[in-house]
C-alpha cells in the first residue's frame, strides 16, 4: 500500500524559508514520478513541481520558479526547499506520486497522495 506522509509546514514571514519533506513507502513497483501541488482556500488545486524518478528532470510552475527547488534524497523522500516566501503561497500543499513517471503537472495524472501540510506566509 502507497503512502505519502509530508512534513515541514508551517507559519514563516514573507521572505522566510521552508523545507517540505515527503516520505513515500510501499513504492515497490515501477518509477514513480514525484510531484507537489499546493491548495489554497476557495481556490483549485494547482501544480507547485515535479521530479523524475531518477531526480534527473525537474518541472516547476512559473509563479515558483527562481524560488523553490525540488529534490530527491532518496526515491523514498523527496524535498521541495521554499525560498523567498510570499504571501501568495499560503495553502496546504501536497506530496503525489505518478507511477508512469511523467512529471505532469496535470493533477489526474498521479495516483497517490499525501493527507497535506500547511505553510502560511504572513506579510
Known amino acids: 500500500q502507497v503512502q505519502l506522509v509530508e512534513s515541514g509546514g508551517g507559519l514563516v514571514q514573507a521572505g522566510g524559508s521552508l523545507r517540505l519533506s515527503c516520505a513515500a513507502s510501499?513504492?515497490?513497483?515501477?518509477?514513480?514520478?514525484m510531484g507537489w501541488f499546493r491548495q489554497a482556500p476557495g481556490k483549485d488545486r494547482e501544480f507547485v513541481a515535479a521530479i523524475s524518478w531518477r531526480g534527473g528532470n525537474t518541472y516547476y510552475a512559473d509563479s515558483v520558479k527562481g524560488r523553490f527547488t525540488i529534490s530527491k534524497n532518496t526515491v523514498y523522500l523527496v524535498y521541495l526547499h521554499m525560498n523567498s516566501l510570499k504571501p501568495e503561497d499560503t495553502a496546504v500543499y501536497y506530496c503525489?506520486?505518478?507511477?508512469?513517471?511523467?512529471?505532469?503537472?496535470?493533477?489526474?495524472?498521479?495516483?497517490?497522495w499525501g493527507q497535506g501540510t500547511q505553510v502560511t506566509v504572513s506579510s
Open positions: 510501499g513504492l515497490t513497483f515501477g518509477t514513480y514520478a
Open positions: 503525489a506520486a505518478d507511477r508512469w513517471n511523467r512529471g505532469s503537472y496535470r493533477s489526474h495524472n498521479y495516483d497517490y
